[in-house]
C-alpha cells in the first residue's frame, strides 16, 4: 500500500494488486480497528483507489488497456495467475475491485471522507451491475475468466473466478 514494490508491482498489468491489498486492508481495520494504522496507509489506499477507478472502461468494469486477451496474444496476465494469458476484461480482477470498492467505502467512511466513501460504494454498485452482462457465459453458466479486446469470451470453468463472483454476490441478488 505504501508503494513497496514486489510481485505485481505493475499495477497496469497486474489488475489484481490493487484490488487485493484494499481488501487485505479492509479485512486488517475490521479484524482489529487501529485508526493510527488506518491513517499511516491512508495515502496508499487513496493511490490504490485512483489506480483501480482509472481501470473502469465504458462498460462499467476494470480493463486491461495494455493486454488485449485475444487468442494467441501470448503476453502475461492481468492478473497474478500469470501462467493463463488473461487480458483486457478480467473475471477474477473485476471480481476483487469489486470487493475492493465495496471496502474502500467503508475505510473511506471509517476516515471521515463521506465523498469518496460513497463514490467507491457507487463504483462497486455500478460494476456489480455490469459483471454478469459482460462476463456470465449464457451457453455454460460460468463465468468466463476473461472476455478479450476482440469480443470473445474465455469461459474455461475456472473455480477461482467464480467462486469469488458467487461469494461476493456478483451474478444476481
Request: charged share 20%; net charge neutral; proline share 3%.
Given at each position: 500500500?505504501?508503494?513497496?514494490?514486489?510481485?505485481?508491482?505493475?499495477?497496469?498489468?497486474?489488475?489484481?494488486?490493487?484490488?487485493?491489498?484494499?481488501?487485505?486492508?479492509?479485512?486488517?481495520?475490521?479484524?482489529?480497528?487501529?485508526?493510527?494504522?488506518?491513517?499511516?496507509?491512508?495515502?496508499?489506499?487513496?493511490?490504490?483507489?485512483?489506480?483501480?477507478?482509472?481501470?473502469?472502461?465504458?462498460?462499467?468494469?476494470?480493463?486491461?488497456?495494455?493486454?488485449?486477451?485475444?487468442?494467441?496474444?501470448?503476453?502475461?496476465?492481468?492478473?497474478?495467475?500469470?501462467?493463463?494469458?488473461?487480458?483486457?476484461?478480467?473475471?477474477?480482477?473485476?471480481?476483487?475491485?469489486?470487493?475492493?470498492f465495496r471496502n474502500a467505502a467503508a475505510l473511506m467512511a471509517e476516515l471521515g471522507d463521506r465523498s469518496l466513501s460513497a463514490r467507491c460504494a457507487d463504483r462497486a454498485e455500478a460494476l456489480r451491475a455490469a459483471y454478469a452482462p459482460q462476463l456470465l457465459n449464457p451457453r455454460t453458466?460460468?463465468?468466463?475468466?476473461?472476455?478479450?479486446?476482440?469480443?470473445?469470451?474465455?469461459?474455461?470453468?475456472?473455480?477461482?473466478?467464480?467462486?469469488?463472483?458467487?461469494?461476493?454476490?456478483?451474478?444476481?441478488?
Open positions: 500500500l505504501l508503494d513497496g514494490g514486489g510481485y505485481g508491482y505493475r499495477r497496469n498489468l497486474y489488475l489484481d494488486s490493487d484490488p487485493v491489498l484494499l481488501c487485505a486492508a479492509g479485512r486488517t481495520h475490521q479484524a482489529g480497528p487501529e485508526m493510527g494504522w488506518l491513517r499511516r496507509v491512508e495515502p496508499g489506499l487513496r493511490a490504490a483507489i485512483d489506480r483501480m477507478t482509472a481501470t473502469i472502461g465504458e462498460q462499467g468494469l476494470a480493463v486491461c488497456r495494455d493486454l488485449t486477451g485475444n487468442a494467441r496474444s501470448w503476453r502475461w496476465s492481468s492478473n497474478g495467475m500469470d501462467v493463463v494469458g488473461f487480458g483486457h476484461i478480467d473475471g477474477y480482477v473485476n471480481a476483487w475491485t469489486y470487493r475492493a453458466g460460468w463465468v468466463a475468466g476473461w472476455r478479450s479486446r476482440d469480443g470473445e469470451l474465455h469461459d474455461y470453468a475456472f473455480l477461482w473466478v467464480n467462486g469469488p463472483a458467487c461469494a461476493w454476490g456478483l451474478l444476481g441478488k
